[in-house]
Structure formats: structure tokens, C-alpha cells
């Protein structure tokens, strides 16, 4: 059982590239949510997605955009990437509410 | 404004003995508090949680204590272990709202 599996591990931008972060679960959870970790910050969410089709913005989600085209997948895209971005990032999911979140293993961006 | 805080950014402990991480909220609409481990280079995971209707929550060596009017939550690992070593975010939700995390404490538990 794969759980929350997110591509890639690490991933160097220059200022003002775009890219597409991928998370993918198998674990048939309706929410899904990205969160960044930034040093100091602890863990703030970014967008979330209680279902397929669905989606909602968190606590900071300027520069970023997500879609929910599958109960599975829920990529995150870095529109103009900004120095500002450069963080940990992580994939959650969890079967119905936002208790007892399953994460991913990180996406480690640096955005130069 | 940080709504949960975990003022200690690092603690040092004797293996074998108690540590106690503490996390202080200023939210009085908050409902379920949630401790995570992290280990370097991969995800949180879920260790414990409590609801508001509590004020003790014990899993194995995993205790964790609620004081409500103070708004204050801390984990009691006894006795700790080498392998406890790792971050831990508290994190609290307020029915029907997003979990909110704190800064987190880095452990490190001495052989």
C-alpha cells in the first residue's frame, strides 16, 4: 500500500518557471490538501479539496493553483515561480474530515 | 497571528526519561488537538489526539494532557527512546474548520 506518494523528491526552478507538483493517493480518501513548511512557520495549508471537482483555497495560496479532475490525484502548479516559494512541500490526505492526516514524503523546491 | 504556538523550538532529554512538549493555543473555538511526529526527509504522521470533552489522552509510552483554561496541551513520552527523536507539530481544528499547526519542537533523546 503506496499511501500518499508525491513527485518529485526535490526540484531546482529558476525566478518566473513554472511546474507542476504531483501527489497521487490509493487510499480512496475524499480530502485532500497541500501544506508548505517553511522554517520557524510550521505547517500552513495552501489549497485543500474535500472531494473530485472540488477545491478550496487555505491559509496562503497566492502564486499557486490546484484542480481535482480524480478522487486520486491532486497536483499543485507553481504559476511564476518566486524566490519566496522556495520551501518543503507536502501532499495530505485523510479519509473525511482534516483529523489524522496521511502526508507525503515532501517535495523539497528551491526556486533561485 | 499564530493561533498555536510551541514556544520551544528544541529539547534535549536522557534517554530514559520523561519529555514533555508543550503547545499553547489562543483560539477558544478549538475542538480536537492533534500531536505529529516528523522524522527528516519524510511526512508527519499522526501520534496522538484529544478532543475538548477530555483532558487526558494516554497511548502507550504517549500521554497527552489538555488544560483547557489555560489553553495550553503538552505530550508526555515516558520513558523516551533514541528512536523518539524528531520534530513534533501540535496542531488544533475547530468543528468544521481547518487544522491549524504549531511552529513545532525538535527532540533529541541522548543515548
Known amino acids: 500500500n503506496a499511501g500518499v506518494t508525491q513527485t518529485p523528491k526535490f526540484q531546482v526552478l529558476k525566478t518566473g518557471q513554472s511546474m507542476t507538483l504531483q501527489c497521487a493517493q490509493d487510499m480512496n480518501h475524499e480530502y485532500m490538501s497541500w501544506y508548505r513548511q517553511d522554517p520557524g512557520m510550521g505547517l500552513r495549508l495552501i489549497h485543500y479539496s474535500v472531494g473530485a471537482g472540488i477545491t478550496d483555497q487555505g491559509e496562503v495560496p497566492n502564486g499557486y493553483n490546484v484542480s481535482r479532475s480524480t478522487t486520486e490525484d491532486f497536483p499543485l502548479r507553481l504559476l511564476s515561480a518566486a524566490p519566496s516559494q522556495t520551501s518543503v512541500y507536502f501532499c495530505a490526505s485523510s479519509p473525511g474530515t482534516f483529523e489524522k492526516l496521511f502526508f507525503g514524503s515532501g517535495t523539497q523546491l528551491s526556486v533561485l | 497571528d499564530q493561533q498555536v504556538k510551541q514556544n520551544s523550538p528544541s529539547l534535549s532529554v536522557q534517554e530514559g526519561r520523561i519529555s514533555i512538549l508543550n503547545c499553547d493555543y489562543t483560539?477558544?473555538?478549538?475542538?480536537?488537538f492533534l500531536w505529529y511526529k516528523k522524522y527528516p526527509a519524510e511526512g508527519p504522521t499522526f501520534l496522538i489526539s484529544?478532543?475538548?470533552?477530555?483532558d487526558k489522552n494516554e497511548d502507550g509510552r504517549f500521554t497527552v494532557f489538555l488544560n483547557k483554561s489555560a489553553k495550553h496541551l503538552s505530550l508526555h513520552i515516558v520513558p523516551s527512546q533514541p528512536g523518539d527523536s524528531a520534530v513534533y507539530f501540535c496542531a488544533a481544528e475547530s468543528s468544521g474548520d481547518k487544522l491549524t499547526f504549531g511552529t513545532g519542537t525538535r527532540l533529541a533523546v541522548r543515548p
Open positions: 483560539n477558544s473555538m478549538f475542538d480536537y
Open positions: 484529544i478532543s475538548s470533552i477530555k
